[in-house]
């Protein structure tokens, strides 16, 4: 009722836009608080509470018809929403599981270069492009060169298994996910043999998204929780 609200209050010219077109696309399962509409550079409309207005011209491309109000078609929709979500990467992954190619975002996305957000914008698509474990990987290294923390090594043999990034000395074992978009059922069930073989050998083993490694001081504290609870013996190879 509140999105459709501020849509004819603003005119059937508006577009909602952002989070509150996600919703009505049924992206998010609730509405934002506040109503982003998009209107032409020429309104003087003035927002009142509870409505954010955004002057811009749309192609037509990028608008569509839904339930008798006008939004922003679904490519925009999910790179505009992304970029304004504290979780903006993983409800990105979700949409490019579910509703949408990243081919069709990255052409929204250039069609309204220079919006606000446009390079927070780059930045996410060109991440979701690449994606993978491996950039995962660089990302989780990166993060514990930075805090200081020593004595690990990236693909770590164990067996018939390499680790993505181990601690030997206290037998921890870090499996990073990229983007679950370029992942397969066969690929989600090998990664879950493989740690139920890990822990079932000693290892302590964590598992964090391209998603968590966004919040670093989180997965820093993570790894030096699980490296001091688990001080053993250096891997003398695979035991069954």
Do not use: C
């Amino acid at each position: 009722m509140r999105v459709r609200a501020a849509w004819l209050w603003a005119g059937e010219d508006a577009t909602v836009s952002g989070p509150a077109a996600a919703y009505w696309l049924g992206l998010l399962p609730t509405p934002p608080a506040t109503v982003e509409l998009t209107v032409a550079r020429t309104s003087g409309a003035r927002a009142p509470a509870g409505i954010r207005l955004r002057r811009r011209e749309l192609s037509h491309r990028d608008r569509i018809g839904l339930r008798d109000v006008w939004l922003t078609a679904v490519a925009l929709t999910v790179i505009e929403t992304a970029t304004a979500l504290s979780d903006g990467s993983a409800f990105l992954d979700r949409a490019l599981q579910k509703h949408v190619r990243l081919d069709a975002v990255g052409e929204a996305h250039r069609r309204n270069l220079g919006r606000s957000g446009s390079a927070a914008a780059t930045r996410l698509l060109a991440a979701a492009s690449e994606g993978g474990e491996s950039a995962a990987e660089r990302l989780l290294a990166g993060i514990l060169r930075r805090a200081g923390v020593r004595g690990w090594v990236l693909g770590y043999a164990v067996g018939r298994y390499r680790i993505d990034l181990a601690f030997p000395a206290h037998r921890v074992a870090i499996e990073v996910d990229g983007w679950a978009w370029h992942s397969d059922v066969s690929r989600f069930r090998a990664d879950r043999r493989k740690g139920n073989d890990l822990v079932a050998a000693g290892w302590t083993v964590l598992r964090f998204t391209w998603h968590d490694l966004q919040n670093p001081t989180e997965v820093v504290d993570r790894v030096r929780k699980a490296t001091k609870s688990s001080l053993r013996a250096p891997d003398q190879g695979w035991r069954r």
